[in-house]
């Protein structure tokens, strides 16, 4: 008896982990309400000949709030509020309408969405499609919005369980930009 246990755990675990899709993802992000963690960030543009480096911290706290604060190569903070941007830098305050700024409420849907697990929101604006196993999961974001189409090619978003370890930006203009969360 104790053999076939044996045998019936060995050929279990040998099994394939299941596919994951996108309703799964979504609920495993969910778990999570609220983030802390630092950061390195790396813009690539077929226009530069190095890549412009950053790094932080990058929070967020649900329902709606996501902060990204900078502290190499300097110090700024950015927070996506639930109807705005806001940007501080050198001491001074900018404040944007997401409303106003169609691609720019998209990238913020793409963040808060991922990272909420909410996939009514990402689906407002991109089509969505979940790879890989919860240990190793892919998520493509492609923009359903021809305006948005002419500013974000595509987001790559990685990780592992309920945690996202990577975001990939390509952006029309050829652009690229590499989140990774450790």
Known sequence: MRRWLAA?????????AAALDVPGLMKLLAATSEVSKPYTERKFSPLLVA???SAGTLRYKRPDLLEKQVTKPRSERYRILADSVVIERGGKEQRIALSS?????????????????????????????????????????????????????????????????RIETFESSGDRTLLEIP
């Open 101 to 165: 700024q169609p691609a720019l409420a998209a990238f913020a849907a793409s963040l808060r969405g991922v990272l909420s697990g909410d996939a009514a929101q990402l689906q407002r604006y991109f089509k969505l499609a979940a790879g890989g196993t919860e240990e190793a999961w892919t998520l493509e974001l492609t923009p359903s919005d021809d305006a948005i189409k002419g500013y974000i090619e595509r987001v790559v978003v990685a990780g592992r369980q309920g945690q996202v370890s």
């Open 51 to 53: 890549s412009v480096d």
């Open 8 to 16: 019936l755990v060995l050929c279990a675990a040998a099994l394939p």
